[in-house]
C-alpha cells in the first residue's frame, strides 16, 4: 500500500525553466511534507516543507504547494540548474506514531545545460 | 551542531553471515530514530523507527532487527543474511516533537554474494 506516490520516475527540463516535481498521498492524518534531494551513494538532504496548516512554502528558488482536498503536493524549482539534477524525493509525516515519515518512489530530474 | 555517523559506508558480505550496521547522532539527546533501505532502482522504505531507549517499532517483517542500546545509538543487525537483503542502508534522526525533518546519514551499501 503505497501511501505516497510520486508517478513520474523521472523528469527532463531544459537550464533556466521551471521544474515541476508531483507527489499524491492517501493517508488524510499526514500533517507535514517534506522533498529530499538525493544523490547516489549519498544520503538525501533535506530541501523545504510544508505543514497541513500552510498551502505554500517557499525558500529562493523551491516552492512547495499543498493541495489537501486533493491530497496532493507539488515542488517548484526556478530557475532549474544543472546543479539541481537528482533524485528528488516527497514525505510524509503524521504527528502521531512516533513520527515515521513515508517516502514516495522518487523522480530523477535532469537539468540540461 | 548535530552530527549522524553511520558505518560501515560500504560492506559485502556472503549469504547466511551475520550483519551489523551501526548509527550514532551527537548534539542532541532523546532522538527519534529510524532505519530505511533504499533497494536498487526503488525509494525508500521505512524499516525499524524508535522514540526511545529500548523501544523499537518494525515496518516490515523481514530478516533484519534493530536495537537502541543507547540514547543515541541505533544498530540494525541480522543473523543470516538473504540475497534480498542487497541494498543501500540510511539510518536517519529527528526530534523530538512535531513539525522537524529528518536528517540522515551517509549511508551504507550492503552487497550480499
Known amino acids: 500500500d503505497q501511501q505516497v506516490k510520486q508517478n513520474s520516475p523521472s523528469l527532463s527540463v531544459q537550464e533556466g525553466r521551471i521544474s515541476i516535481l508531483n507527489c499524491d498521498y492517501t493517508?488524510?492524518?499526514?500533517?507535514?511534507f517534506l522533498w529530499y534531494k538525493k544523490y547516489p551513494a549519498e544520503g538525501p538532504t533535506f530541501l523545504i516543507s510544508?505543514?497541513?496548516?500552510?498551502d505554500k512554502n517557499e525558500d529562493g528558488r523551491f516552492t512547495v504547494f499543498l493541495n489537501k482536498s486533493a491530497k496532493h503536493l507539488s515542488l517548484h524549482i526556478v530557475p532549474s540548474q544543472p546543479g539541481d539534477s537528482a533524485v528528488y524525493f516527497c514525505?510524509?509525516?503524521?504527528?502521531?506514531?512516533?513520527?515515521?515519515?513515508?517516502f514516495g518512489a522518487g523522480t530523477r530530474l535532469f537539468v540540461k545545460a | 551542531s548535530q552530527t549522524i555517523h553511520q558505518w560501515p559506508a560500504t560492506l559485502v558480505q556472503p549469504v547466511g553471515s551475520p550483519l551489523s550496521l551501526e548509527c550514532t547522532v551527537e548534539?542532541?539527546?532523546?532522538?527519534?530514530l529510524y532505519w530505511y533501505r533504499q533497494a536498487a532502482g526503488r525509494g525508500l522504505q521505512l524499516l525499524f523507527y524508535?522514540?526511545?531507549?529500548?523501544?523499537i517499532s518494525s515496518e516490515v517483517p523481514q530478516n533484519l532487527s534493530a536495537s537502541r542500546p543507547q540514547d543515541r545509538q541505533f544498530i540494525l543487525s541480522s543473523k543470516k543474511l538473504l540475497l534480498s537483503d542487497s541494498g543501500f542502508y540510511l539510518c536517519?534522526?529527528?526530534?523530538?516533537?512535531?513539525?522537524?525533518?529528518?536528517?540522515f546519514g551517509n549511508g551504507t551499501r550492503l552487497t550480499v554474494t
Open positions: 493517508n488524510s492524518m499526514f500533517d507535514y
Open positions: 524508535s522514540v526511545g531507549i529500548g523501544q
Open positions: 514525505a510524509a509525516s503524521a504527528t502521531t506514531g512516533g513520527f515515521k515519515t513515508i
Open positions: 536517519a534522526w529527528r526530534p523530538q516533537g512535531a513539525g522537524s525533518p529528518l536528517h
Open positions: 510544508i505543514s497541513s496548516i500552510k
Open positions: 548534539g542532541t539527546s532523546n532522538p527519534n
